[in-house]
């Protein structure tokens, strides 16, 4: 009973630590991006750490906007015009302060709005302070496995909502655009009534004759 209470709460540990891991090592955000507007992020890197931007797109206009990457420098590692949904992998070839923007200047009247998850540097390990000389233990293999299929959920939950929500906004404008199209099909409809009715009417109307003597 001690043994199961132990691998249980080495279990709880585990994961535990992982989600708060998780939580550092990934910058994820929607946020709303107006017409006209550019909106800049800021990242502390370190030399040598792989670094992962992916953004896409989920409600407005025609579901693009620009994105620019720069390291400390203000070196372009990065940039994309009009883009949907897009992923770039780099390796932080400085330390500093890396910067990147979207940009929605090309749009006049519609606003964006924009998801990115920006992930720096890999997982640490499982087990930090575990020999690797030694095999992992049925408990430990199963945290391993618990939390790459933790991970693979996590992606597959972002990934379903991002599409959920743009299908849904698809959606929503598409009802707009059919109600409107619905509208002036009921105006032309009348209007184009009415003017046949004023048109009969005008042919079997009686028209009124004039009578002019002339006296001699």
């Known amino acids: 009973?001690?043994?199961?209470?132990?691998?249980f709460r080495l279990l709880l540990q585990v994961l535990w630590a992982q989600l708060l891991c998780g939580w550092v090592l990934s910058s994820e955000l929607t946020f709303e991006l107006p017409d006209n507007a550019k909106q800049?992020?800021?990242?502390d890197i370190i030399i040598g750490t792989k670094c992962t931007l992916e953004f896409q797109v989920v409600t407005g206009g025609h579901y693009d906007v620009d994105c620019r990457l720069e390291d400390p420098d203000g070196t372009t590692l990065y940039?994309?015009?009009?883009?949907?949904?897009?992923?770039?992998?780099?390796t932080?070839?400085?330390?500093?302060?890396?910067?990147?923007?979207?940009?929605?200047?090309?749009?006049?009247?519609?606003?964006k709005t924009v998801y990115f998850d920006f992930q720096v540097g890999d997982d640490p390990p499982l087990f930090?302070?575990?020999n690797r000389l030694t095999a992992l233990t049925q408990m430990e293999s199963a945290c391993v496995s618990i939390h790459e299929a933790l991970k693979s959920v996590i992606d597959y939950q972002t990934h379903f909502r991002l599409h959920e929500a743009q299908g849904r906004s698809r959606a929503e404008d598409l009802n707009t655009r059919v109600a409107f199209w619905s509208i002036g099909e009921a105006i032309i409809l009348l209007v184009v009534s009415i003017s046949?009715?004023?048109?009969?009417?005008?042919f079997f109307s009686d028209k009124k004759t004039t009578t002019t003597r002339?006296?001699?």
């Not at 800049?40 to 990242?43: A, D, G, L, P, S």
């Not at 015009?81 to 992923?87: A, E, V």
């Open 79 to 90: 940039k994309e015009m009009k883009k949907q949904y897009d992923s770039f992998t780099f």
């Open 196 to 202: 046949q009715v004023v048109l009969l009417r005008s």
């Open 92 to 111: 932080a070839a400085k330390n500093g302060t890396h910067k990147f923007c979207f940009s929605n200047e090309f749009s006049t009247f519609t606003h």
């Open 214 to 216: 002339v006296g001699s």
């Open 40 to 43: 800049c992020f800021y990242e």
């Open 128 to 130: 930090p302070n575990e």
């Open 1 to 7: 009973v001690f043994r199961m209470y132990g691998s």
